[in-house]
């Protein structure tokens, strides 16, 4: 099953992300910011970054732009949780590598049906 | 698949109030004159976490207004606006409001909208001020666009990636397979590639996608639908539509290409305005249909909510609101705890093969296990009570706040210093101190620190300072409140304590007793009553809040300079240090805090002035004999005290002997309550359950002190001559 590194600074969010990735069988890693989720990536390989844009100590941009600088994390997708649906965050966003974006608020499904497009 | 979002609320709540308090400390860290970027930083970040998950969790009423305070920070922290001193007023409200808010909400209520509406406007009144903003011609643009695409027979979309393409992780066949899964039943997707692209090998990058597409969907799909696709690459990539059946022409495609991004302009529009939508409706589509279509599900989410959360969520739950507290702990406590209990185990284990087959011989070896097994058990007491100890910044830390809008309606300036923030304390203790906190720095403001320009006057720097001090000193943990006001002006209290017939007309005290003056029922110094200090809450009532803690409180005051209260508290409520006593068969506790000393009664020494109270005289003062045995009705010996043991005890700063049998040892309790195991009993505070198994009562000297005074003792207040 594909593994995901789901990286949210507020933890409602990840439990939530975590909660319903893993009820869809997923392997889920938590990560509370850019500098753990980068550590994490570095240890193992996953199939799916999701990140939050908004963190302490790295944000998700800066986290995109270090995974794509790994060679594992070259092609590996890497979707933004963003609740900025305005074009400059996005623009940022693409400028840093990332896949594709979903616009908070969202459900569980929703949640899914995204993840669906960029795995397997 | 369904989920129960409700399950993750007590965390975001948790959060969502953590993240109020960061906001609160660090808008009360900023001033206009220095902005510093990484504090509105934080402050974004935790308005922007409360609004994300505000939407995510259903509670639309606080991520709306959180959006507003959301766009005014962003708009600040991308330097297009500059920080006003009004801002940060209007910040902090917004901070009270959506803590309210959350609050009703945690409980199952309709928040009160009023005052966020009332937010809100002001909010909207600043952001339309100077910026001009952008959403206006965004508004009207996208929707005949999307409107007019309800085209059933099908589309031809020609996708000419960017190189680049697979560098951010999006992958062609992806979204073709995405956009199969679209189709009905009926629909085809056929798909041709055009590799004209492709270079000569020796120049082929292997990273890059040479490749191109036409893609040909017979069938009922909107136009919209197979935007949601390419939503992500729309910008880098070359995509053109056209109708099934209309002619490519190349005057066609260009402004389909300048439609395309217009379209996706629309797309991410229509997303802000139904973020609601996108909750309500059920679909599997994460994308938004149309803008046309939005509005509808928007309001019925709406009027949903406050019902929905209003009808059902109490019924399943009911005592689970407000009671339901939590604790966060350390993972290091944890661990330790953990530890122990695995010493614990293993002592355990070890006594167990012991008994197994003892015999004299092994003696030795159970002695050292009993040793081992009371050390375990010691350090996992102490190990849980640190769980319940937190720092006492979460008392400390409202202060700011305070302080600054105390400061501010008194026209006084305010210097607010902190120390020992770090200092644990009992959670139970430290929730019971807040309000007697709040009290006596909210005295020292209102009555401590002088106007400015008395104290310009008086040649002090103009702003004064508050000091909250926290440290520990034995088995006690002590706050200090200390301002360098004028101190208390002893003529005013002893006049005002004469007026009110608290002191003796001619009676004279020391400045020390004067001090103890402000703790008596009744006595407030202010000339005039103001509705800072003046709440018919005086000091006697924090004495009285503080001694139900087991705790003191006393004040020094130098005129001129300052005064300092001192407030000393056990570090828990759960635990106690007790003297136990015998009085007849029974075994009683006394708190040792409350033990003055033990003597010898001496026949000498004893007056029986009103008849049925002996009292005795020690050291120029009065005090009560009590005898338990009589107060608690044990079947009592006729005999006089004379000669009897007497443990001297103070409660409320009066004295009281009490007889006894004999002292015991001294050992640390675990407070069971009577109330909840059995029904009050007056006199009594608590019980606990000794080494032997029996219970012992534990005294409550203050209930001990009015029972006597109910049957018509004097107290033993009054100074011998």
């Excluded at chain 2, 308005?47 to 959006?67: D, L, N």
């Excluded at chain 2, 770090?422 to 720095?441: A, R, Y």
């Amino acid at each position: 099953m594909p593994s995901i590194l789901a990286v949210d600074d507020s933890a409602s969010m990840r439990q939530m992300v975590s909660f319903t990735l893993k009820g869809a069988g997923y392997q889920v890693k938590e990560a509370s910011d850019g500098v753990e989720a980068l550590a994490e990536a570095k240890r193992a390989r996953y199939d799916l970054v999701l990140s939050d844009v908004n963190m302490p100590n790295m944000n998700g941009i800066e986290l995109c732009k270090n995974l794509r600088q790994l060679g594992d994390y070259k092609f590996v997708p890497v979707l933004m949780l963003t609740t900025e649906s305005a074009g400059d965050m996005k623009m940022q966003g693409k400028q840093a590598g990332a896949t594709g974006w979903i616009v908070k608020p969202f459900n569980p499904e929703q949640l899914l049906s995204t993840i669906k497009r960029v795995l397997g | 698949m369904s989920i129960d979002l409700s399950q993750f609320h007590q965390v975001f709540f948790e959060e969502s109030f953590e993240g109020l308090d960061v906001m609160e400390s660090e808008l009360l860290a900023l001033s206009p004159e220095s902005v510093d970027a990484e504090t509105v930083n934080t402050i974004f970040r935790a308005a922007h976490s409360i609004k994300g998950g505000a939407g995510t969790f259903g509670f639309m009423q606080v991520s709306e207004f959180t959006h507003q305070l959301e766009t005014l920070l962003d708009e600040i922290r991308a330097g297009q606006r500059t920080l006003e001193k009004s801002h940060v007023d209007l910040f902090l409200q917004s901070v009270d409001c959506l803590r309210a808010m959350l609050t009703s909400l945690k409980d199952h209520e309709a928040p009160d909208m009023s005052r966020a509406e009332e937010l809100k406007k002001q909010f909207i009144a600043i952001l339309k001020g100077e910026v001009a903003s952008s959403p206006a011609n965004e508004a009207d643009a996208p929707a005949p666009e999307t409107a007019a695409d309800a085209g059933p027979e099908g589309w031809v979309v020609r996708f000419i990636p960017s190189t680049d393409l697979l560098q951010t992780g999006n992958e062609p066949f992806r979204m073709f397979r995405e956009l199969q899964s679209l189709l009905e039943d009926g629909s085809q997707l056929q798909i041709e590639v055009d590799s004209s692209r492709l270079p000569e090998f020796e120049n082929l990058q292997p990273e890059q996608c040479y490749l191109s597409w036409t893609l040909t969907v017979t069938g009922a799909i909107n136009k919209a639908d197979i935007e949601t696709v390419f939503e992500w690459v729309v910008d880098e990539c070359d995509i053109t539509y056209r109708r099934l059946g209309e002619a490519a022409s190349a005057d066609n495609a260009s402004t389909d290409n300048a439609g395309a991004n217009n379209a996706s302009d629309s797309s991410s529009e229509s997303e802000s305005s139904s973020d609601a939508a996108n909750i309500a409706t059920d679909t599997n589509n994460v994308t938004v249909a149309s803008v046309a279509e939005a509005p509808a599900p928007v309001q019925a989410q709406i009027t949903s909510i406050p019902v929905a959360d209003a009808t059902q969520a109490p019924a399943p739950k009911p005592a689970k609101s407000a009671d339901q507290s939590s604790i966060r702990v350390s993972i290091d406590k944890v661990d330790s705890l953990i530890n122990m209990v695995g010493e614990l185990v293993i002592t355990q284990s070890m006594l167990g093969q012991l008994g197994q087959d003892f015999d004299m011989s092994r003696l030795a070896r159970l002695q050292e296990g009993l040793s081992q097994l009371e050390q375990n058990t010691r350090e996992l007491q102490e190990s849980v009570m640190k769980i319940r100890m937190m720092p006492i910044s979460f008392a400390f830390s409202r202060f700011p706040r305070l302080v600054r809008d105390l400061g501010a309606q008194l026209g006084k300036k305010v210097n607010l210093v902190m120390q020992g923030e770090n200092t644990e304390l009992d959670k139970t203790v430290m929730e019971k101190i807040g309000d007697p906190l709040v009290h006596l720095v909210r005295n020292s403001l209102d009555h401590g620190l002088e106007t400015t320009e008395k104290r310009i006057a008086s040649g002090k720097n103009e702003t004064g300072t508050i000091t909250l001090n926290a440290f520990h000193q034995g088995g006690n943990i002590v706050i200090e409140v200390r301002d360098d006001g004028a101190g208390l002006n002893e003529e005013k209290i002893l006049q005002k304590a004469r007026d009110r017939g608290l002191v003796a007309q001619h009676q004279e005290l020391s400045s020390e007793e004067i001090h103890q003056l402000i703790f008596l029922p009744g006595f407030s110094t202010a000339d005039v009553v103001s509705d800072i200090s003046g709440r018919g809450v005086g000091m006697d009532v924090v004495r009285r809040n503080i001694s139900e803690l087991n705790g003191t409180i006393e004040v020094k005051s130098n005129r001129g300079t300052g005064s300092t209260f001192v407030i000393r508290l056990p570090l828990t409520l759960a635990i106690l240090d007790g003297q136990l006593v015998r009085v007849r068969d029974q075994t009683y506790i006394f708190p040792l805090v409350s033990i003055v000393e033990s003597i010898q009664l001496q026949k000498q020494t004893l007056n029986n002035i009103t008849g049925s109270q002996p009292v005795m005289k020690l050291r120029e003062e009065y005090i009560p004999i009590v005898r338990l045995d009589q107060i608690f009705h044990l079947r009592h010996r006729n005999e006089s005290v004379d000669d009897a043991m007497l443990v001297v005890v103070e409660g409320d700063n009066e004295k009281i002997g009490i007889v006894v049998d004999d002292l015991l040892g001294q050992q640390q309790v675990v407070i069971k309550s009577l109330e909840a195991n059995y029904q009050k009993v007056s006199g009594v505070s608590g019980a606990t359950i000794l080494g032997d198994g029996t219970v012992a009562l534990i005294i409550d000297i203050s209930g001990i002190g009015k029972k006597i005074e109910h049957r018509g003792a004097q107290p033993g207040k009054e100074q011998a001559a």
